[in-house]
T-cell receptor, first 112, second 114 residues
Framework: AQKITQTQPGMFVQEKEAVTLDCTYD???????LFWYKQPSSGEMIFLIY??????QNATEGRYSLNFQKARKSANLVISASQLGDSAMYFC?????????FGAGTILRVKS | DAGITQSPRHKVTETGTPVTLRCHQT?????MYWYRQDPGHGLRLIHY???????DKGEVSDGYSVSRSKTEDFLLTLESATSSQTSVYFC?????????????FGPGTRLTVT
């Protein structure tokens, strides 16, 4: 069964610095996708970035990049130039067969 | 927001009563999903649908049933609510855009079972 592990329950980062949120996944599938979602305190789920298992280049979306290391089964999220508005819960997610499996999440707090 | 609405947004009910949550989408997406979110667990899949009258179970389906009689509506029913079903429920749809698979989530329904 698919399993997502986020080992950092909480993280602090100074405003304008970069931060890496860790994620490892456990799957035997050859075709899968990896996502990161952001959930601010208001509760909505915001899609950030997607990486397909066959994509050779790391995905990037603005200040977000996904450091995909397939052999190590890791999909870390890198946020560059952190902003106060980045304070939120972040979920690493695996997609397989049109279904999603979520990690437990990492709470990120950005300090001014 | 992919045109997803959920109703009600908040509900308090008593143990043993039936509860139905509604998810409505306006963009004709084939796949729809119900998740629950509890502290320390992220979101967990309850049931999903891949078309009208086509549904399947997810990871935590016990105590829940679903129905989809129209493309735009996906209903989640708790036949006899229990306190362990107190949670935030999210509906989602999936789509593929420019070879990128995405799931979009509704705003959530906070259900409290007393």
């Amino acid at each position: 069964a698919q399993k997502i592990t986020q080992t950092q329950p909480g993280m602090f980062v100074q405003e304008k610095e970069a931060v890496t949120l860790d994620c490892t996944y456990d799957t035997s599938d050859q075709s899968y996708g990896l996502f990161w979602y952001k959930q601010p305190s208001s509760g909505e789920m915001i899609f950030l970035i997607y990486q397909g298992s066959y994509d050779e280049q790391n995905a990037t979306e603005g200040r977000y990049s996904l450091n995909f290391q397939k052999a190590r089964k890791s999909a870390n999220l890198v946020i560059s130039a952190s902003q106060l508005g980045d304070s939120a819960m972040y979920f690493c997610v695996e997609e397989y067969g049109n279904k999603l499996v979520f990690g437990a999440g990492t709470i990120l707090r950005v300090k001014s | 927001d992919a045109g997803i609405t959920q109703s009600p947004r908040h509900k308090v009910t008593e143990t043993g009563t039936p509860v139905t949550l509604r998810c409505h989408q306006t963009e004709n997406h084939r796949y729809m999903y119900w998740y629950r979110q509890d502290p320390g667990h992220g979101l967990r899949l309850i049931h999903y649908s891949y078309g009208v009258k086509d549904t399947d179970k997810g990871e935590v389906s016990d105590g829940y049933s679903v129905s989809r009689s129209k493309t735009e509506d996906f209903l989640l029913t708790l036949e006899s609510a229990t306190s362990s079903q107190t949670s935030v429920y999210f509906c989602a749809i999936s789509s593929t855009r420019e070879a990128v698979y995405e799931q979009y989530f509704g705003p959530g329904t906070r259900l409290t079972v007393t």
